[in-house]
């Protein structure tokens, strides 16, 4: 008994597994599977509404990626969904992050980028071309660093605060 549950048990956790890494399509949506570049790669489609491409790509703890999407649309977007996270949210939209996403990657997943159009915005036509680059980085991202601290008064005027005269 105890061997047949162990069994259920393994099933269950590699059936969810491979659901946490496959994604979930909306209609007419077509994946296409990407393998991490070694150099810049230019992804180029049409975000057609119930017809767009859809793209996975593996990322490893520790590389540094730079993520770019452009179009002339101001109604055609991108999120990345990170496939291994429990929730849906997106990792990154440029609706409201920005066209650039830079970061360093924390731990070995797959993420799902998927350029869109708004539905929810009047707009003309049904899709709109795109171009995503994927730039694999040699350097980490630029970060918020603190303010570094004024360098400590060597006994010098500031031309703000000049010196005292010697009395």
């Known amino acids: 008994m105890r061997k047949a549950l162990a069994t259920a048990l393994v099933y269950a956790l590699l059936a969810f597994s ?10 007419g949506e077509r994946l296409e599977k990407l393998q991490f570049p070694a150099a810049t790669m230019e992804l180029k489609g049409w975000t057609k509404f119930g017809n767009g491409r859809v793209y996975t790509l593996p ?7 730079k993520v770019s999407f452009s179009t002339k649309s101001k109604f ?14 997106a990792i990154f939209g440029t609706d409201e992050d920005g066209e650039t996403y830079n970061v360093t990657v924390k731990n070995n997943t797959t993420w799902l980028l998927r350029p869109y159009y708004s539905k929810a915005s009047p707009r ?11 730039e694999p980085q040699t350097a980490p991202p630029p970060s918020a660093a603190p303010a570094t601290p004024a360098p400590a008064n060597d006994g010098k005027p500031s031309p703000l605060f000049p010196a005292r005269p010697q009395q």
């Not at 990322?59 to 990626?65: I, L, P, Y």
């Open 18 to 27: 491979a659901q946490a890494q496959s994604p979930e399509l909306q209609p």
């Open 59 to 65: 990322v490893k703890a520790g590389q540094h990626v």
């Open 76 to 89: 055609a977007f991108l999120a990345i969904f990170d496939l291994a996270a429990p929730d849906d949210e």
């Open 124 to 134: 003309r036509g049904l899709g709109a071309p795109y171009s995503i680059l994927v």
